[in-house]
Nanobody, 116 residues
């Protein structure tokens, strides 16, 4: 059994910062890709950022230059540092991991709300 637990969401003012964390636990030997997705009401779930096991990161154009994804392989954690937050960043943020076995897992999400 594999579980993902997100934390760090909350309320921030426009221009502020939040740091999201995701801890993976359970029957995990090795994680390939780790990623953050988000979904706002009425919108489709979108990919925010992804990071390979070696640390190569990719970002959605909407967050590029403002967000930074990182991971700690030893702790089996992935982070999303969100700076210069905008109201349009308001969404439920989900952690996603793909194991080397290609099994995929999702967290339950953590709410981020940015006020203007």
């Amino acid at each position: 059994q594999v579980q993902l637990a997100e934390s760090g969401g909350g309320l921030a003012q426009a221009g502020g910062s939040l740091r999201l964390s995701c801890a993976a636990s359970g029957n995990i030997f090795s994680i390939d890709t780790m990623a953050w997705y988000r979904q706002a009401p009425g919108n489709e779930r979108e990919l925010v950022a992804t990071i390979s096991r070696g640390g190569s990161a990719d970002y959605a154009d909407s967050v590029k230059g403002r967000f930074t994804i990182s991971r700690d392989n030893a702790k089996k954690m992935v982070y999303l540092q969100m700076n210069s937050l905008k109201p349009e960043d308001t969404a439920l943020y989900y952690c996603n991991i793909v194991l080397v076995t290609e099994n995929m897992y999702w967290g339950r999400g953590t709410q981020v709300t940015v006020s203007s």
